[in-house]
């Protein structure tokens, strides 16, 4: 056995109640995490060619829940759990997608001696899975269905015999003892209800948010999976370890407290360093930036003013009610985080527009143009849309749609389908009410940070990767192109090209070295490389790594060969994104992903599509200068898109008529037998 693996990965079939086990080291070439999840479902799921991979709540849909290498081993912030399969949220097709969540429940897994547990088929009651060291059982949750989400997770913690609190004494398990409380991902009633919008909730507030995964939950009658461990992980160098760890905290710029009010306890992730969870509320959890201003009143000139007690007291409550309903307060959007000025946006609220917009945002300003309403053409009951702004409006919402009662029904679907279904899809996505850049996805920054909106486009979702956001941020101390040189050193295997970070969007310079060119297509292909090792496979969380001003990627492979005792250089780490990220290709591929198909919403390509940025914004290249520029202005080409896919396509091995991997290509990763099947079923690249 590998150091760093438990060994083995659970497979449970709810259809057959059959449970079997995987062997990681089948799997191992693909790193861990999501990279084991990708692999897996291409063998259980695309490989036998039994469907068509196009309906998420098909019982074939296969759900991998895996952890990396990194996690039980105190490696600050790699303890996440990924989850893969095909997403019920994106549109207009379900598409393969992932999501991944912090926590504790990914180091505990590996205490329990799995790398993850592979989900089949259909339960045909509900049923809840519990995981104990070596036993793994299909349990009745008859009992459990239709609870939220903190009650779902005490009850299974009091059966399974999670009585103490932080430690507080031992429990016998088995012929071992633990301090340990069973750690446990479920869904409340939004998930049940089959919806779009469901998230997967372990403790409090830490979620799966993106894809719609609790929805998968709801189809395959799964209530939630618990585990309990008492094992250990061994490594390959302990030591090795804990100096990184110790060099890390002392010189490595460590950020803490990011998200925590400042009245919060001092909770963490497991393992992590930033302590930015509380410790007081339920299971040491606590709901992000997106979750915690999800009662937010668009009027307002900036959210992070002073709120009265009783503000911050209903905030709290509405973010609470969204994770106990377990809906995502990413697919449940508002408004976001910050609302800006954005020259050319729909004069709605006051001419301010969120930089993150969903469907609270769109149902309002259907409201507001006497579109939805009492009575109206799309009819609002249940829904109190004069009370919009407050905290009962929330809790109006999350019961209308988890009971798909009147217009909670449509909601149910997301934002997209609702649009659809009301006959405003196309008019709404012209005029940028509806702010989803790509395959139905909320936008997040997704320009002038350019990368991001590619990120969308190509398939992998909201990156919500901020490591090139803030690094190529305004500089102190240096001039903008010294900056970037620096930068670009570290940019392995396409080092040293500066012009990767010229956001220049107009003129010939956006095609010779701008967001168009060749240049940008190696800074996109470089953060999904990244992405998908270090975030989505050794699952680093993306607010703990990279810090590309400073330590990355030097404290990465530090912690990697520490644990695993790999002899990997930092290119050969990311030779394994690139393989995982082809072969998440050929799996959209499978279900019918071509380059027709990878376009932007039209408001993407005119004024208005740009948004807010940060840290002095993104640096641009014109007339042999740069300048560090906010880019409010800034929308994109169609032209352009479309010549950068084609260098896109060419960088990554995919042909350019259909963005299709090429049989050189994958057999370069030694993914011949993806490349025999895809040649078999007329989908291989020319």
């Known amino acids: 056995m590998s150091y760093g693996y438990a060994g083995k990965i659970a497979r449970v079939n709810l259809s057959t109640k059959e449970v079997t086990t995987i062997e990681t080291a089948r799997y191992e070439e693909f790193g861990g995490g999501y990279g084991m999840g990708a692999a897996i479902f291409w063998d259980l799921a695309v490989a036998p060619g039994e469907w068509d991979l196009k309906d998420a709540f098909d019982p074939r849909n296969v759900l991998p829940i895996m952890v990396g290498p990194l996690a039980g081993t105190g490696v600050p912030g790699a303890g996440r759990t990924s989850v893969c399969g095909i997403s019920p949220e994106t549109f207009p097709t379900c598409e393969f997608w992932r999501t991944n969540f912090g926590g504790r429940f990914g180091t505990m897994m590996k205490l329990a001696g799995w790398d993850g547990v592979v989900v089949e088929g259909k339960a045909d009651q509900p049923v809840w899975i519990n995981i104990i060291n070596d036993q793994v059982k299909i349990e009745s949750a008859a009992d459990l269905w239709g609870r939220d989400t903190w009650e779902t997770q005490g009850r299974i913690a009091n059966m399974v015999g999670g009585r103490v609190r932080f430690g507080e004494e031992w429990m016998q398990l088995g012929d071992t003892y633990t301090t340990g409380i069973p750690q446990i991902v479920c869904i409340g009633p939004v998930g049940e209800a089959r919806s779009r919008l469901a998230a997967l909730i372990t403790g409090s507030g830490v979620s799966g948010r993106i894809g719609g995964f609790g929805a998968v939950f709801g189809a395959k009658n799964l209530k939630a999976v618990s585990v309990l461990g008492s094992g250990t992980v061994k490594m390959a160098d302990a030591k090795a370890l804990l100096d990184a760890r110790i060099w890390q905290m002392t010189g490595g710029g460590l950020v803490t407290g990011s998200f925590a009010p400042a009245s919060a306890g001092s909770g963490s992730c497991h393992p992590c360093l930033r302590a930015d969870r509380r410790r007081n509320v339920y299971h040491a959890g606590e709901t992000m930036c997106v979750d915690q201003h999800w009662l937010a009143n668009p009027e307002e000139q900036s959210l992070r003013g002073a709120q009265s007690a009783q503000a911050a007291s209903e905030a709290e409550l509405a973010s609470q009610a969204l994770m106990k309903y377990g809906a995502s307060g990413w697919s449940a959007h508002f408004l976001g985080l910050f609302i800006s000025d954005i020259p050319g946006a729909p004069d709605f609220f006051n001419k301010k527009v969120p930089v993150e917009t969903g469907i609270g945002w769109y149902i309002r300003y259907l409201y507001r143009i006497g579109e939805l309403g009492p009575g109206k053409r799309i009819d609002s009951a249940p829904l109190p849309m004069e009370q919009w702004g407050e905290l009962s409006f929330r809790l109006a919402f999350l019961d209308a749609i988890s009971k798909r009662v009147g217009i909670g029904d449509a909601l149910a679907e997301g934002c997209m389908r609702a649009a659809q279904r009301w006959g405003r899809l196309e008019q709404d996505l012209e005029s940028g009410a509806l702010r989803f850049p790509a395959w139905g996805a909320t936008g997040h920054w997704t320009l002038p940070s350019a990368e991001w909106a590619y990120n969308y486009l190509l398939g992998a979702g909201d990156p919500s990767w901020h490591g090139l956001v803030t690094a190529v941020g305004k500089p102190r101390g240096k001039t903008t192109e010294e900056a970037l040189i620096e930068l670009a050193k570290k940019m392995v295997p396409y080092e040293n090209d500066i012009f990767m970070f010229n956001y220049a969007w107009k003129g010939e310079e ?9 240049h940008k297509a ?56 690139q393989k995982t990220w082809t072969l998440e290709r050929a799996i959209r591929v499978m279900h019918g992903r071509d380059r027709k198909a990878e376009v932007f919403a039209p408001f993407m390509y005119r004024p208005g599509a740009s948004g807010m940025t940060f840290w002095g914004g993104v640096p641009i290249y014109e007339n042999g200068k740069w300048r560090h520029d906010e880019a409010p202005d800034m929308y994109l080409d169609k032209q352009g898109v479309e010549d950068f896919k084609t260098h896109y396509y060419q960088l990554e091995g995919w042909d350019k008529e259909n963005g299709w991997p090429t049989r050189r290509t994958l057999e370069s990763y030694g993914l011949k037998r993806v490349a025999d099947i895809m040649a078999e079923r007329g989908k291989l690249g020319s």
């Open 510 to 518: 956006a095609w010779k070295t701008g967001l168009y060119s060749p």
């Open 522 to 577: 190696k800074e996109v292909a470089w953060s999904r490389h990244y992405a998908t090792f270090w975030n989505e496979s050794m699952a680093f969380c993306e607010m703990f790594l990279p810090n590309l001003e400073t330590i990355s990627p030097e404290i990465e492979m530090k912690y990697y060969t520490a644990v695993t005792g790999k002899k990997d250089t930092f290119a050969d780490t990311m030779r394994i994104g």
